[in-house]
Structure formats: structure tokens, C-alpha cells
Nanobody, 113 residues
């Protein structure tokens, strides 16, 4: 059974940091790429960052230089380190496989000004 479980969201002041985790199970983790997506109220879901099986990364322009995606194959976990957070980063953050076949339930990130 494939499962992705996000954690680490919360409320933080502007300029603060959070680290999101996505624990994966039920498939060959090290062979698969992953992405973090987010959806703010009233907006479409958008891609934030991806990491391939070979650890190549991609970042949306809006988070480049502030967010870092990484993976720990020994722990079957993907991370999203978010620094210098801004109020417009407020959203539900989702972890998904690179092909978008599997998604987590999401974790809320709220950044206050």
C-alpha cells in the first residue's frame, strides 16, 4: 500500500523557518522522484520543488534561494526546508511522487506578517 505522510507544518512569523517532512512507504523509494506542491486559498495548486532519484532538483522562481528540497533514502523521507518565509507562502503543502500518481494528505503552513 503506497502511502505519503506529510508533517512539520504550522504557524510561523514572517522571516521564520519550517522544515516539512514526507514519509513514504509501499514502493521503491530510492528509484522515484518526488515533488512538493502547495495550494493557497482560492488559488490553483502549484509546484514548489522537485527532486529526482538522482537528486537533481528544481525550484519554482517564487521559492528559489529560500527553500531547499532534499531526500534521505535510508529513512524513505523527503524534506522541504523553508527559510525566510513570507505571508504569501501560506498554503497547504502536499508531497507527491514525481508522476503525481500518489499524494499525501497535506500539511498547513501559515505565515503571519
Amino acid at each position: 500500500q503506497v502511502q505519503l505522510v506529510e508533517s512539520g507544518g504550522g504557524l510561523v512569523q514572517a522571516g521564520g523557518s519550517l522544515r516539512l517532512s514526507c514519509a513514504a512507504s509501499g514502493f521503491a523509494f530510492r528509484a522515484i522522484g518526488f515533488g512538493w506542491h502547495r495550494q493557497a486559498p482560492g488559488k490553483e495548486r502549484e509546484l514548489v520543488a522537485t527532486i529526482s532519484a538522482s537528486t537533481s532538483t528544481y525550484y519554482a522562481d517564487s521559492v528559489k534561494g529560500r527553500f531547499t528540497i532534499s531526500r534521505d533514502n535510508a529513512k524513505n523521507t523527503v524534506y522541504l526546508q523553508m527559510n525566510n518565509l513570507r505571508p504569501d507562502d501560506t498554503a497547504v503543502y502536499y508531497c507527491a511522487t514525481m508522476n503525481k500518481a500518489y499524494w499525501g494528505q497535506g500539511t498547513q503552513v501559515t505565515v503571519s506578517s
